[in-house]
């Protein structure tokens, strides 16, 4: 008990383990595995639709890409993965089975939205 | 001096400073430094964003909670559960008003102070069971018999402990166990602490305190993995507010005590000041002396679990009142 | 026994009771504050995870297996995955082999580190419980370093894992973990020496190797009643026979024992990890599984809480036909209501706690009548009958 007491006068010293986030980031970092908000590279991404089929929570879907945005492909690309943050559960597999490696689950970690549209990411 | 402006005074000091807007200022203050003291020890923050550091957090939730929806329950006893609570702080402020804060006598004395606490105390227990019975929840009902049980057996360490320094006073006025404790023995003060007696009726008197104010390891009358808050469970709303700042209160009077009868009251030097501002000094010292208090309990209560009601008894009739008992009698045989 | 001609009160610890984290009903019958009976009441978790299962493909079903458990969630995927990769007779590379077993030890490093810190808060000792919650979070730390997340790791894939171990993980590791052998010296002296600890798990919810017995109970609540019983000892998997370790047990039986067990157990873990990193071999970290799978498995695990248990049934789809999961908890909670009886109210919270119990994994017995609404709980017998139904008809 009296080693317990003497501990507990050092953390009276010492910082608070907890961090005041989000005022302070000081000192705090995501590993670079770390599965976080989507990124995808549209330009790079062949439309072969493997990730909506693979997604284990089925929150991404292939939609049509608009004539405007066909214009510019040279390539077949007909659709383009578009993804429902609010049901994802950010697992990582569309990383894991994209044959280009257009999709990125960066070190981001998405902001709350009111309106779940609005965690809809292309 | 005609009778008016003393009167007026009477008032102003009743309500004020050193009353009732004082003394409430004083719970939340204490309830803070309590917080933020165990949250430092269990290496938290503590309460942060009311106030600087916090220090207006204790306010912010009294507010917060009496601005909620009350729920009155289908099997409450519904006069008294709708009064009660509202009238709960009222027999703790009388009680506060006999604690010297800011002159060496309380706002009111009386040759029996002590008597009229000690009475005081059970009433606190009694108001806390007719709460948790008239919730007609069955932990309530639990925590209301245990509230019951703490009472019964602390209440003789307690008395013991409070009688020692009365003792040396040779009196149950505050005023003149204050005073017995005003002088010097070369550079260390008169308090009671100092005495070996004295520094064993503290260490009681704290125990008990935690006990009477329901802090770990005593909070068994409102355990809350165990009996789900027991009394206080059913409260909710402007109800719970003012059980909160009645348990608060109770906080500053249980504190108040320890200072009033084993580290001096509010007694200090005045460095040769007039006597208009001895009442702001005395403040001060009162304030920081219950600081350290609180500073005490909040050690105390961080270092152990939760006893089991069973264990109380034990631990109050096998240990805590024997020494309180052998404590009177060193004082007797030492004098 | 009869108690109606003594004065006696029922109350309900939970569904909603600041014990119990999950909601799960303890209905107890107390005279004064003494217990004299309890029953649970399971099911108000239910969330249909084995209907849902029979309709995912199996690489899918890998992460509604990690989510039957936030805690343990690594036990359930691992153990998914290793019913599928019996069925596949896919031989996982060695290299994965050691990464499950680096996780899985982790996995048990956070659960029982959780679990003292909750028994902590259970009796009223919030400062041991915010304390040993911090050094958690070097666990914590590590296993986000390593896979990608604190919890819900996603690290299994079916013939392997799917985040390999870096030098600098590696270096990682070996800094962390002499630190939280330190830590753990002093959590244990605490845990064993402090008195209002032992004032409060000491003597409290003895389980004696006979009831365990009569409960079949799992886990280190088994291994407190001195059943020597260790999956990964008795029926290694993954790479478990290549590492030496001990099984710690005990005879008392009571919560303070399995606290000194848990923590002696974390000791164990540590040294599995260490001699794992050092003699992890290099080679792929995953095998292609086949694209239809045929067959049953039966797959157990050691799990933090116990022994973790999953029945597969695929019929040539890439869907199971019945899946079937047993977590530890289920095993587990009729010792401690056996246990809760004879103890004081107070008791009550640190007992049921003792087992670690995870009710959102356990609830799974639930019958609802859609066409009626009506819900019901099966009884032994009726389970039997349907049990005796089915295999008569041949419907399995």
């Keep these: 008990m009296a080693l317990a007491i003497i501990e507990l006068l050092k953390n009276l ?7 005041n986030y989000p005022f302070e980031t000081e000192g705090l970092s995501l590993p670079s595995r770390y599965r976080g908000l989507h990124v995808v590279d549209q330009e790079k991404c062949i439309g072969c639709s493997r990730c909506a089929r693979e997604c284990p929570a089925f929150v991404i879907t292939m939609v049509p890409l608009t004539p405007k945005e066909l214009a510019k492909r040279t390539d ?16 990582g597999v569309c990383e894991d089975v994209c044959p280009v490696d257009c999709i990125d689950l960066t070190n981001k970690i998405p902001l709350p939205e009111e309106d779940t549209a609005k965690l809809v990411v292309d | 001096m005609s009778f008016a402006p003393d009167f007026l005074l009477f008032v102003l000091e009743g309500l004020l400073f050193p009353g009732v807007v004082t003394l409430i200022f004083f719970a939340f203050l204490f309830e803070w430094a309590y917080r933020k003291f165990l949250a430092r020890f269990q290496a938290r923050r503590g309460p942060m964003l009311a106030g600087p550091s916090g220090i207006l957090q204790p306010f912010a939730d009294f507010i917060k909670t009496a601005s909620k929806e009350e729920i009155v329950p289908d099997a409450a006893h519904k006069a008294i559960f709708k009064t009660l609570p509202l009238l709960a702080p009222l027999p703790v402020l009388l ?3 006999l604690i010297p804060v800011s002159s060496l006598a309380g706002l009111v004395n009386s040759p029996g102070d002590l008597y009229l606490l000690i009475f005081l105390l059970s009433l606190f227990a009694a108001i806390q069971i007719t709460l948790g019975w008239a919730s007609g929840n069955r932990f309530a009902l639990i925590g209301a018999s245990r509230s019951g049980l703490q009472l019964v057996s602390f209440g003789i360490p307690l008395v013991f402990a409070a ?48 006990a009477e104010l329901e802090k770990v390891p005593f909070d068994t009358p409102e355990a809350e993995t165990e009996i789900a808050g027991g009394w206080t469970l059913e409260y909710s709303g402007r109800a719970y507010a003012f059980i909160i700042l009645s348990e608060q209160l109770k906080e500053v009077f249980m504190i108040g005590l320890a200072v009033t009868l084993f580290l001096g009251g509010p007694f200090g030097p005045t460095f040769g000041l007039p006597s208009v501002y001895h009442a702001i000094l005395f403040t001060l010292y009162f304030l920081v002396k219950s600081l350290v208090v609180v500073f005490l309990l909040s050690l105390f209560s961080a270092t152990m679990a939760r006893l089991k009601v069973s264990q109380i008894l034990e631990g109050t009739w ?14 007797i045989i030492i004098g | 026994m009869n108690h109606e001609d003594k004065p006696s009160t029922q109350i309900n610890v939970g569904p909603q009771h600041p014990a119990l984290k999950e909601p799960e009903t303890f209905r107890i019958v107390v005279e004064g504050e003494k217990v004299v009976q309890a029953t649970p009441i399971l099911g108000h978790t239910h969330r ?10 199996y690489n899918k079903l890998l992460y509604l297996a990690e989510r039957i458990c936030g805690i343990c969630s690594f036990a359930h995927q691992a153990n998914y995955a290793k019913g599928v990769e019996i069925i596949a007779d896919l031989s996982v590379p060695p290299r994965a082999q050691y990464l499950r077993v680096i996780v899985a030890e982790l996995e048990r490093l956070h659960s029982h580190l959780l679990w003292v810190g909750v028994l902590a808060h259970e009796i009223g000792f919030d400062t041991f419980y915010l304390l040993v919650w911090k050094d958690r979070e070097l666990v914590m730390d590590l296993l986000e370093t390593l896979t990608g997340n604190r919890v819900n790791y996603g690290m299994n894939r079916i013939g392997g894992v799917r985040s390999d171990l870096t030098p600098e993980i590696r270096q990682r590791f ?5 630190k939280l052998r330190e830590r753990l010296d002093r959590i244990k002296e605490v845990a064993i020496n402090d008195p209002t600890m032992k004032a409060r798990c000491k003597g409290v919810g003895v389980i004696s190797k006979r009831l365990a017995q009569e409960t079949c109970v799992t886990g280190p609540t088994a291994r407190a009643s001195s059943i020597n019983w260790d999956l990964r000892r008795d029926a290694p998997y993954f790479a478990y026979e290549d590492f030496s370790f001990k099984v710690p047990t005990s005879d008392k039986g009571d919560v303070h024992s399995k606290v000194v067990l848990r923590i002696e157990e974390l000791y164990e873990s540590i040294s599995i990890i260490e001699q794992a990193l050092d003699t992890i071999p290099e080679g792929e970290i995953f095998a292609k599984p086949p694209s239809r799978l045929s067959g049953r498995a039966i797959s157990r695990l050691e799990a933090p809480r116990g022994e973790n248990f999953h029945y597969l049934d695929f019929r040539e789809s890439k869907t199971p036909y019945r899946m079937r999961v047993r977590a530890p908890t289920y095993a587990n909670l009729a010792s401690s209501v056996r246990a809760l009886v004879g103890h004081h109210i107070a008791d009550v919270p640190v007992i049921v706690a003792a087992n670690d119990p995870c009710f959102s994994c356990t609830d799974r017995t639930l019958v609802i009548n859609l066409d009626t609404g009506e819900q019901k709980m099966l009884t032994k017998k009726e389970l039997r009958n349907i049990g005796i139904k089915i295999y008569k008809e041949g419907l399995l």
Aim: a positive charge; glycine letters at 6%; one cysteine or more.
């Design chain 3, 174 to 178: 070996k800094e962390v973990l002499p």
């Design chain 1, 76 to 91: 077949k690309k007909k659709r383009k993965p578009v993804f429902d943050l609010s049901a994802c559960i950010f697992c």
């Design chain 2, 95 to 97: 009680g506060l008003f």
């Design chain 2, 318 to 331: 096998s240990l805590l009142a024997p020494i309180a008992v052998l404590t009177v009698g060193l004082l």
């Design chain 2, 163 to 210: 009688i020692i320094p009365a003792m040396r006073a040779e009196s149950f006025s505050l005023e003149k166990i204050v005073l017995s404790q005003t002088g010097y023995t070369g550079y260390v003060p008169n308090w009671n602490i100092f005495h070996v007696s004295g520094i064993i009726a503290f260490l009681i008197f704290l125990i008990c305190s935690l």
């Design chain 3, 48 to 57: 249909g995870i084995e209907k849902l299962a029979e309709s995912r493909d």
């Design chain 1, 13 to 19: 010293l010492k910082k608070p383990v907890t961090v």
